[in-house]
């Protein structure tokens, strides 16, 4: 026996529940058949007759009517499934509530994070190549000093490339600390 008569699709007719054949209900000892067509179930041929499904069980039992409960023009759920249903969405979304706000702070301290490190990374990279520049130029000026002028220009060059890249550092963590102190922590 299959037992779908919490969604109201019972094709069925249970054995504790006599009366109730094939999604219909009963009706003073009769049982309306196949969607509300009138005609008697399948296991209803012997109407009156003893035995299971034959309408003498004398009334629906409570679980039975609740089983049967109609939303709307057709089959509906079970009420007490819709109210745990509603009950476990409001537990998991009220706890996720606080939860997610933390989680979404914690995302945006992370990528304010990323940020300082990866301008931390750009200032470390150009005062490495500012360093290597600012060697070459000046072993070039003392092999040649007749020609020390023209590697003045690169001496300036790197120098100015890491104080921009000193400001940039600078910028960026100020910004990151700015959105993460704004962002809602959830706590």
Known sequence: ????????????????????????????????????????????????????????????????????????????????????????????????????SAIAYQKVAQAAAFAVQDSTDYLRNIMAMSSAATGVALKKMVENPATAAQYTPVLTAAQTAVTEAQKNFSAVGSAAGTVVDGFPSGS
């Open 1 to 100: 026996m299959t037992d779908d008569s919490v969604f109201g699709t019972d094709d069925t007719t249970p054995d504790d529940e006599p009366g109730f054949g094939a999604g219909g209900t009963e009706s003073g000892g009769s049982t309306t058949g196949e969607a509300g067509t009138g005609e008697p179930a399948a296991s209803e041929s012997g109407a009156g007759s003893s035995g299971a499904g034959s309408g003498t069980g004398g009334g629906a039992t409570p679980a039975a009517a609740s089983v049967l409960a109609t939303t709307g023009s057709g089959p509906g759920v079970n009420s007490q499934i819709l109210d745990a249903v509603t009950q476990s969405n409001g537990a998991v979304l009220g706890a996720a509530g606080s939860n997610g």
